[in-house]
């Protein structure tokens, strides 16, 4: 078992004349062509990509080959695995083409990006396989077509997006007949012992011809005796066909239970049919428990067990979050009209007093089930695990459900509501879709390695830290009180990406001898640097009666990227700190936006000024701004910042006769009286303020207490 690591086709073919069972080839990024593979392993060999989807392929074809593995690789022109080839792993790959498997088993396909082309998965006579956490999409005709004698197989949790048949009979033609998963028989076998489960599957009713409609699953066309053990769960349809869910000949231990359908545009589709076609009379098929609009029971030899059925005229908004173009469409809104008992996902209220009755209820926990907490002390709370739709856990009353801590590890789609933790919150090992909102934390929200984190109206009262994200992407920090650290307010660090700060009220710093303090920091970590990131709309106050009042407002640090800084506003902030710089910024090379933020100089003087540093800013906009100094000491020739527009009011100016107040609420940064000029900052002629009349500047003054004011300390 060695790891050998390859660098382009001649050494990869050198590599595969001398491989052993058990080695992993790691391919550097690179065009290796087309593979094929005939060897068999008594342990598997795998090729990986170093540098993920960084190694690409036109093509790999397996024929008659054993215990193979590709992970993390690109191909261009599809996946074939044939002539009893056996033991075959794919995951993590892109696929552009067809993924085609005949006369093949133990094959194991997950968390790949397959695009299809007329078909996109095609399993001929296949046994013992897994098909697991992929999206499928984008296929003329079937997104996945399992027939003759495939058996032993599992299709769970994949997206299914989009078919896009044609329609060629005006032409004197044939249609596409377009499914997202079908099943026919062929050679006399017919598929069977096969799962479909949890699978959301969803048809742009924009794409293909408007008189053909995709079906959903489809099985029809057995051979003799019929489909036998087939299960469909817990699947989330939504497209235009009647045919949505198709039985035709099941005759023997066929169920459909707890599917939710939601119609596609113009009321087409969430039907489930039950087919009489060539003498089957569906048997051996059971439907219970679904939500749907329509049964067409054609057989009538089936058994009907209690379904939801909303039939054609039902209020869809008031009983589904959305259209079904995404799987949280399909939970219901609450209170929900759809009994607990029936669909895919059923949301559920489970009401807990103590830490015993909560621990309980997380490993009882399904999609989209809220955990109501009673109020009372739950200790530390661990959570590592992860759900496929969101579970909430809320407090019944705001923050009386009290926790010593929270660390969450690998997690997602998990939401915490209203609760209150005295000692930091933890997110690490690539948590993703988590949302805090409404709770109070004393101590740091520490996030790495993390995406789609929200953190909404909390007060987080810091230590030396309030909020670190490093290497954290999509995530935005909306309508918070952030306040009393002593080092940050807010670091965002590495290569975190599209982040949205926006209407947080920043408030007090305390500083140590070692360092001033900032509020907003954005700086490189691990070689990497933050680049999309948004400040809009925040409030940052720093108390000159606590600590060191030399603090700074937002400071984006020295990039690692020789490309500096890139795609970055800074909009529509109210800044009074007393340090050397309200805002500063070095390297600002693309797209870097610093534009209508109010920065009112502290109490002896200092603050009040912008700052660029660095040989290079040309990239750096700066227009609209109230300040006391502009500070641009780009070292390139042509390398600082364009500015214009802007109002310096310079050292020494009587702040008294510019603002309405000291920067001790966000209504002193009111003008005193018509001494900025009107129509100078970025908003319509004469309207004498500065803050834009759509900015979410505009609507903080509008509401001069909103709720999350109110916790600040008197």
């Known amino acids: 078992m060695a790891t050998i690591f390859v660098s382009g086709p001649a050494q990869l073919a050198a590599a595969l004349r001398t491989v052993q069972a058990g080695d992993v080839l790691v391919l550097e990024d690179g065009d290796y062509g087309i593979l094929s593979l005939t060897a068999d392993f008594d342990a598997p060999v795998t090729l990986t990509s170093r540098t993920p989807l960084g190694a690409s392929f036109g093509k790999i074809t397996l024929t008659g080959a054993t215990n193979w593995q590709f992970d993390g690789l690109t191909l261009t022109d599809g996946f074939s695995a044939i002539s009893r080839s056996a033991g075959i792993t794919v995951t993590n790959c892109t696929i552009d083409g067809t993924f085609y498997l005949k006369d093949v088993s133990r094959i194991v396909v997950e968390n790949n990006d397959i695009d299809g082309t007329l078909h996109a998965m095609i399993l001929n006579s296949v046994s013992d396989f897994q098909i697991r956490n992929n999206l499928i999409h984008h296929a003329q005709e079937d997104l996945l077509r399992m027939t003759g004698n495939s058996f032993d197989g599992l299709v769970e949790n994949n997206r299914f997006w989009d078919m896009h048949p044609e329609d060629y009979r005006p032409l004197g033609g044939d249609y596409n007949h377009a499914d997202a998963i079908q099943m026919f028989g062929a050679n006399g076998m017919t598929p069977h012992d096969i799962v479909i489960r949890g699978n959301h599957i969803w048809d742009d009713p924009a794409t293909g011809a408007p008189t053909v409609t995709p079906q959903g699953i489809f099985l029809s066309d057995p051979a003799a005796g019929g489909y036998r053990n087939i299960l469909i769960e817990e699947n989330l349809i939504n497209v235009r066909s009647a045919n949505s869910i198709y039985i035709n000949g099941g005759q023997e231990n066929v169920v459909i239970r707890h599917n939710t359908l939601i119609p596609a545009e113009g009321d087409g589709g969430a039907i489930i049919r039950l087919a009489s076609k060539a003498g089957y009379d569906n048997a051996g098929t059971t439907v219970t428990g679904n939500v749907f609009k329509l049964l067409m029971d ?62 309980a209820a997380l490993d009882d926990a399904r999609d989209g089930d809220r955990i109501v907490l009673a109020d009372g002390d739950y200790g530390r709370l661990e959570i590592s695990g992860r759900f496929d739709f969101q579970v909430t856990l809320v407090a019944e009353t705001a923050h009386g459900a009290r926790f010593t801590a929270v660390t969450l590890t690998r997690a997602s789609n998990l939401a915490l509501e209203d609760i209150a933790v005295t000692g930091g919150v933890t997110a690490t090992g690539g948590c993703h879709h988590i949302l805090l909102a409404g709770s109070r934390v004393d101590g740091t929200l520490q996030i790495r390695d993390a995406s789609h984190i929200t953190l909404e109206g909390n007060d987080i009262d810091g230590r030396t830290h309030a909020i670190v994200m490093s290497s954290v992407s999509d995530f935005v920090i909306r309508d918070n009180v952030i306040r009393d650290a ?202 004498g303020d500065f803050f834009g009349p759509d900015s979410a500047v505009a609507a903080m003054l509008a509401e001069p207490s909103p709720a999350y004011y109110a916790l600040l300390p008197a």
């Open 486 to 687: 002593d080092v940050s307010l807010t670091r965002i660090a590495g290569d975190s990406a599209r982040g949205l700060i926006e209407g947080n009220v920043y408030h007090d710093l305390h500083g140590t001898a070692l360092a001033q303090g900032v509020m907003v920091q954005v700086l490189a970590a691990g070689g990497a640097t933050p680049q999309d990131i948004t400040i809009r709309g925040n409030y940052l106050f720093d108390d000159p009666a606590t600590g060191r009042p030399i603090s700074q407002g937002i400071v984006f640090g020295r990039p690692a990227d020789p490309e500096g800084y890139a795609n970055i506003l800074i909009a529509d902030n109210l800044i009074r700190v007393g340090g050397t710089s309200a805002i500063a910024l070095s390297e600002g090379r693309s797209n870097v936006v610093i534009r209508d933020n109010t920065l009112m100089a502290g109490p002896e003087g200092g603050g009040g000024t912008l700052r660029l540093g660095g040989q290079d800013n040309s990239g750096t906009r700066v227009e609209g701004n109230v300040m006391k100094r502009l500070d641009d000491r780009s070292r390139l020739e042509g390398g600082a910042a364009e500015a214009e527009g802007n109002h310096i009011y310079g050292r020494g100016a009587d702040l008294s006769a510019l603002f309405a107040g000291d920067g001790s609420h966000w209504s002193d940064f009111r003008p005193a009286a018509e001494t900025i000029a009107a129509g100078s900052f970025g908003v319509p002629e004469g309207t």
């Open 298 to 359: 054609e057989t009538r030899g089936s058994e009907i067990g209690e379904n939801f059925i909303y039939g054609r005229a039902a209020d869809l908004t008031a009983l589904f979050s959305g259209s079904g173009r995404l799987p949280e469409d399909f939970l219901p809104p609450r209170p929900s009209l759809i009994p607990a008992e029936f669909g895919a996902l059923t949301s559920r209220d489970i009401h807990v007093a103590d830490r015993a009755g909560l621990l």
